[in-house]
């Protein structure tokens, strides 16, 4: 009986041990973004199990907003809300079952989204660049170095070539008016090097659709860019490597974006690159137009080529394989999150 008695006690103590040990960690909220009046991206410090994450029942938003689907990012710490609209710089209340925690959040009237990679960026993935090497010795040779960690403009002619999807973003975030889109930039870091005061950059959109390269110098398979096509055996240039200047095709009008030539023959941004060895910002109001323009007509998005103008000596900046984070091309676009049109039909 006094064995019996002892054995109880044991399994008393271990289902008391049992049932105060901690619950598995549950994942840290980091951030909450209002992306705009129908979107909120969650950013968490770990991954997440995608049948929680998704549930959009284990998300609570008061007062009166309904949350109408959760979906799991590229990124497996993000989630992406979609909600019933809410009110501009209105005080929320988020409840989360996943963290078992609660937070406030306000959707403000401007709001700020970066494109690219990295932790800190809002939107991942889907960056597209790539460096067209044009050695003046070997023209017709189809080679690409599409999968280095640099992109490279020189005086012998190289230039290199970024694009960013923006449209999946912004059709989940509702933003569908290109009136809603304030001001861009893009930011590109340079390697250390020595460089004269007088190197300049130039930026010019690309107006036929191109493919990166997947090698570090290889003869180009098809689809990839070279110097006689954006995409290799099915779509030569008009003018090998991209560079007509024609009469007439200046970006300023649709029509410049049908295909028909290579790059807008209007220079975008002119930029002084003084310094190497730290992160450079291009920004102006025709890149602000440009992705106006892309917002409207996303598929017309082929993107930017950089070029050397004045300099003696090659610049070379991170690419998105770079392999810090922190160096790799970056977008960021400043919008109003709702409309001018919505606000008018409001007020």
């Not at 460096?131 to 012998?156: D, F, Q």
Request: net charge negative.
């Amino acid at each position: 009986m006094k064995d019996y008695i002892t054995i109880i006690g044991i399994l008393c103590l271990i289902f008391s041990i049992t049932e105060n040990l901690p619950a598995e960690d549950k994942p840290t909220l980091l951030k909450v973004i209002p992306l705009s009046q129908t979107a909120i991206q969650l950013q968490f410090d770990s991954e997440l199990n995608a049948e929680e994450a998704e549930n959009h029942l284990h998300y609570q938003i008061t007062p009166d907003i309904t949350v109408e689907m959760a979906l799991l990012s590229n990124k497996p710490n993000r989630v992406l809300l979609f909600t019933s609209p809410m009110e501009i710089q209105k005080s929320y209340s988020l409840k989360l079952k996943i963290t078992d925690s609660e937070t406030d959040i306000q959707l403000p009237a401007e709001n700020e989204i970066t494109f690219g990679t990295g932790d800190n960026v809002t939107f991942s993935g889907k960056v597209q660049d790539t460096t067209l090497i044009v050695n003046k010795n070997r023209k017709i040779r189809n080679n690409n170095v599409g999968a280095v960690p640099t992109l490279v403009c020189e005086p012998t002619g190289s230039i290199f070539f970024i694009a960013f999807d923006l449209y999946d973003a912004f059709e989940d975030m509702g933003i569908r008016d290109p009136k809603q889109v304030l001001d861009v930039s893009m930011s590109l870091h340079s390697n250390k090097n020595e460089i004269g005061p007088d190197h300049t950059v130039i930026l010019r959109r690309v107006l036929l659709p191109w493919r990166e390269g997947r090698g570090t110098g290889e003869r180009a398979k098809d689809n990839e860019l070279t110097f006689n096509s954006p995409l290799h055996r099915n779509l030569p240039w008009n003018k090998a490597p991209a560079q007509a200047m024609l009469a007439g095709i200046d970006g300023d009008n649709e029509s410049d974006y049908n295909g028909s030539e290579d790059v807008a023959h209007r220079i975008d941004g002119e930029f002084k690159i003084q310094e190497t060895g730290k992160k450079h910002t291009f920004k102006s109001e025709l890149m602000t137009d440009a992705v106006r323009f892309w917002v409207a007509n996303p598929d017309y998005n082929y993107g930017y080529l950089f070029a050397l103008r004045e300099g003696n000596k090659p610049i070379m900046f991170s690419s998105k394989e770079a392999p810090d984070e922190n160096r790799r091309p970056i977008l960021t676009i400043r919008y109003q999150t709702k409309s001018d049109v919505e606000n008018v039909e409001t007020e």
